[in-house]
């Protein structure tokens, strides 16, 4: 497995943090738009799982590494055993609080390892401490962390729901480009990816989910603006896999 497949070693504060983020993805990934696949790979039949991000922006939900001590962190054990036991909703929150303990256990075993000082290791703490968590991506935290940090009023209770396609700037005359900018900066300038966490960037097209709400990027999600058109409702992954599960007494 990566965490384990091979001998990568970030060696920096900067490789770190690259491979911080790498795994994160991954990670984001497996808790939103690929809710489903890993729903269906924790079986509760099987034996102890582990959620793993992987240094490919890829995850992969697989068998503890077998080496006692292990050669780097393991995340959580067993996260199968709770799926049915749980609320859906719950349960992915629970996933994703460990997932970012490990997270954070990787970044600082790579730390000891490579002899990080104190400045070093402040350095790595507040570029991690930059992004939303796991926990806050899933839970929709995120947008809302976002919002107590902006010095900018809010402005949203004065204002209809924002159209669910963003506009791109590069479509519009350079004139009516300022304006939109503006427009687009005041509405989406503290929202983030529900898939990936990424903030909002004006040159990217991005998709609101009509049922949480939430604004993803249209990669994440596979949507293009063409396919976008001919959609009256859109529901994110996490939402239509919600709406097509059975409710479990």
């Not at 939900?61 to 393991?74: K, Y």
């Not at 962390?145 to 350079?174: D, G, V, Y």
Request: glycine residues 6%; charged residues 30%; contains cysteine.
């Amino acid at each position: 497995m990566d965490v384990g497949s091979g001998p990568y070693n970030p060696r920096t504060v900067d490789e770190v943090y690259r491979d911080f983020k790498a795994r994160r993805t991954g990670l984001i990934k497996a808790l939103t738009t690929d809710v489903e696949e890993f729903y269906n790979q924790c079986d509760p039949e099987k034996e102890n799982l582990c959620l793993y991000g992987l240094t490919s922006e890829r995850w992969e939900v697989t068998l503890p590494a077998e080496e006692v001590p292990p050669e780097m962190p393991e995340p959580a054990l067993g996260i199968n055993f709770a799926r049915d036991g749980m609320q859906d909703k719950d349960w992915l929150s629970l996933v994703a609080v460990h997932s970012d303990a490990w997270l954070l256990s990787i970044a600082f075993y790579f730390g000891a390892r490579f002899g990080f000082d104190k400045n070093d290791r402040r350095r790595l703490f507040n570029m991690i401490n930059d992004l939303p968590t796991i926990y806050e991506v899933v839970s929709g935290g995120a947008k809302a962390r976002i919002k107590e940090k902006s010095s900018t009023p809010n402005h949203s209770s004065n204002k209809s729901k924002p159209n669910k396609m963003a506009k791109t700037a590069k479509a519009q005359p350079k004139e009516e480009e300022e304006g939109l900018d503006d427009d687009d900066e005041d509405e989406h300038g503290d929202a983030l990816c529900g898939a990936c966490g990424e903030n909002y960037g004006l040159d990217e097209f991005w998709i609101c989910c009509d049922i949480c709400e939430k604004w993803f990027h249209g990669k994440c999600v596979k949507i293009t603006p063409a396919r976008a058109e001919h959609i009256k409702q859109y529901k994110c992954p996490s939402c239509s896999n919600g709406s097509n599960k059975r409710t479990r007494p």
